[in-house]
């Protein structure tokens, strides 16, 4: 591997798995500051943020608690006004833009829907970072586009046109085309929001099948906090543009951190596995 | 193994070029059909008079056809060699009309297309976004004041464009731009290059030039001839060639600011650049043929609404409906009237602004593409 010389000198407290090993980072966020030229004001403060390698990371949180924001500055959307983002140890200014779209495939919240563009061409477009401005497609972009299509399981709708489709299928076909971008780092905007219940499954059984069997570390912004406790293996809770505490779900998600960061009144079962059992929301504070 | 493996991915590749549909090759040669026929058309009738025979018999004269010193002298201005008096009627007077039409159709049709791509707005237009009045006020102030910088043309109506498209875009930003700021902006701009438009007529010497000047803000293929061909012919072919490489570029715009981003793409570079071959196209066109309304906003309606919004296909379909459109429209403007030629100008504008009326009712949504 190129990006074996790491920063040993940093001082951080090592993640460590059940076994006391060592976990690696995939993405870091360290010292973050970030606000939109916009508004005035730091919207999300953040000293220390993990994506661990090879993992599903969940981001969850209330609404405008900062999640999407904090998705933007690790995919270098929005620059921090202070602190850096480092992927594999390596600064994310150090890329190029199409660098990085090699690294980190990303999924933004909106997408603009185009009516009239088929699913395969829209997943050819994932390629866009291993071309060339003039370039034609090749076979390695032929193989990847037929593996995005395949693991998405959109292969009979690969020539529909996108305004043709439901919107479990068109998200489908958008993962596909990040899929199609052949990166070892992934970033979703909620994935699985407006989905019925039958695609949001889709989604997160291909992210899932990504990660398990190429090793993909995946971070995902979940609306569902029953949903993401059940499905990642580290969680990150974000509250009021704070990090509020982020680990394994069965060491995050307490009845605590449901009133606190959700304000919900719930019960959480951690046997058999765990479960969040929504109850009432609780009064404004 | 490796052979089936690459059989395999021949098969794939083949699959990969299905974006040139049966739709696509029919539109182009309905479009190249139309072209030729509007062009005989045009070369059949005018002041000296001679059958429609001898004409065409004149247009494919293999003896000018395939004579090089011929098609030296037409594009580089050198000595014209000995023929015929018909051939000369044809070959010098009328097809050059022809070909400039055909140049402006095209890259006026890519113009608008590319332009409509780079700011995701259905409504746009080198017309509607200012580049054609700030290209023609450059044009016209060259004729009117500072004549003697005649045949750097192009390059100033590029450079009027280019100034009037900045302003544009630079009124309309705040934070990213929407469909209906850049449409206003273009709207106030285009008033104001108007009126310093109409100040310069002010400033002309005698009724010829102004006359020149009126024809030319109409759009007016009038008079065009083999110098205005031997002007426009590199740029356009550099323009054209730009903006069919750069389809697929303007595939990934399409998808969205954010997506492209996350693609790889340097957004603001790649618009601009575009931009700037969609001012040059424009500016080719304005330069030897004046402002022709309407025509950069229709053309890539037309050829979107028949083959689709891929714009691999969308510019070659411009690239053969643009000359076939341009053409026709000339051949209305010179014939319809009997004795009196129109601009082009008024043609198109005539007929271009009732369809997209007609589009405007039709679609249920209007605006981002």
Same mark, same amino acid.
């Given at each position: ?101 090699? /690294? !980190? &495939?990303? #999924? $933004?919240?909106?997408?603009?829907? =185009?009516?009239? *563009? ?42 529909? /046109? !996108? &305004?043709? #489709? $439901?919107?479990?299928?068109?998200? =489908?076909?958008? *993962? ?110 | ?369």
């Amino acid at each position: 591997m190129a990006r074996t010389q790491r920063n040993t000198d940093r001082e951080r407290t090592q993640i460590t798995d059940d076994n006391g090993i060592a976990i690696e980072s995939a993405l870091v966020g360290d010292g973050l500051e970030l606000s939109y030229p916009s508004s005035d004001g730091t919207v999300v403060e953040c000293t220390r943020l993990d994506i661990p390698e090879e993992a599903v990371t969940a981001l969850v949180g209330p609404n405008g608690s900062g999640k999407s924001t904090l998705l933007k500055a690790l995919s270098n959307h929005l620059k921090p006004d202070t602190g850096t983002v480092r992927i594999h140890g390596e600064d994310l200014d150090s890329f190029s833009q199409k660098e990085l779209a090699r /690294e !980190l &495939g990303v #999924l $933004s919240q909106e997408n603009d829907s =185009l009516g009239s *563009i088929s699913v395969e061409d829209l997943v050819y477009h994932g390629r866009y970072p291993h071309r060339g401005f003039f370039d034609g497609a090749d076979e390695a972009d032929h193989r990847a586009v037929e593996r995005a299509i395949e693991l998405a399981g959109i292969d009979e709708i690969r020539d529909t /046109e !996108l &305004g043709q #489709l $439901s919107g479990g299928q068109k998200q =489908l076909a958008w *993962i596909a085309m990040v899929l199609a971008q052949d990166t070892d780092v992934l970033l979703l905007d909620e994935p699985t929001t407006f989905l019925d219940v039958h695609h949001q499954f889709r989604v997160l059984e291909t992210i899932r099948q990504l990660n398990e069997e190429k090793g993909v570390t995946v971070a995902v912004i979940l609306h569902d906090i029953a949903q993401a406790a059940r499905f990642a293996d580290y969680l990150v809770a974000m509250h009021d543009g704070k990090l509020y505490d982020w680990g394994p779900p069965e060491e995050v998600v307490t009845e605590q951190l449901l009133a606190d960061v959700f304000a919900i009144e719930a019960t959480v079962e951690y046997e058999p596995e765990l479960q969040v059992l929504p109850k009432r929301a609780l009064p404004d504070r | 193994m490796a052979g089936a493996e690459s059989v395999g991915a021949n098969a794939v590749t083949e699959q990969r070029d299905s974006w040139i549909t049966g739709t696509l090759v029919l539109f182009c040669l309905m479009s190249m059909v139309v072209t030729v026929v509007a062009g005989l058309i045009q070369v059949s009738f005018g002041e000296y008079s001679m059958t429609v025979l001898e004409a065409w018999k004149a247009v494919f004269n293999p003896a000018v056809i395939f004579d090089l010193n011929a098609w030296v002298s037409f594009l580089f201005g050198t000595e014209r060699p000995d023929m015929s008096t018909n051939s000369i009627v044809v070959w010098n007077l009328r097809l050059p009309r022809v070909f400039v039409g055909i140049i402006t159709g095209a890259t006026l049709a890519v113009s608008g297309a590319i332009f409509q791509a780079v700011t995701r707005n259905e409504l746009a237009s080198p017309f509607i976004l200012g580049v054609s009045s700030g290209a023609g006020f450059a044009v016209l102030a060259t004729l009117v004041v500072f004549s003697g910088f005649a045949p750097f043309l192009p390059l100033i109506a590029t450079l009027g464009g280019t100034l009037a498209f900045g302003l544009v875009y630079s009124i309309a930003w705040k934070g990213g731009t929407s469909p209906v700021r850049l449409v206003l902006a273009g709207v106030i701009v285009n008033m104001v290059f108007q009126s310093l438009q109409q100040g310069l007529f002010f400033f002309a010497d005698d009724l010829g030039v102004v006359q020149t000047a009126i024809a030319w803000i109409t759009g007016s293929l009038t008079g065009t001839g083999w110098e205005e061909v031997r002007i426009a012919i590199l740029p356009a072919i550099i323009a054209i060639a730009i903006a069919l490489a750069g389809a697929r570029q303007l595939n990934v715009l399409m998808l969205g600011e954010n997506t492209a981003r996350s693609l790889g793409m340097r957004v603001e570079r790649v618009r601009f650049f575009l931009s700037g071959v969609a001012i040059l196209a424009a500016s080719v066109a304005i330069a030897v043929a004046g402002v022709v309304s309407f025509f950069g906003l229709v053309v890539p309606h037309i050829v979107r609404n028949t083959v689709g919004g891929d714009y691999r296909r969308l510019m070659v379909g411009c690239v053969f409906a643009g000359p076939a459109l341009m053409v026709t429209a000339d051949v209305g403007a010179r014939l319809a009237m009997g004795g009196t030629q129109m601009p082009v100008g008024v043609v198109t504008g005539l007929i271009g602004g009732p369809y997209f009326l007609y589009l405007m009712r039709k679609q249920q949504s209007m605006g981002e593409l």
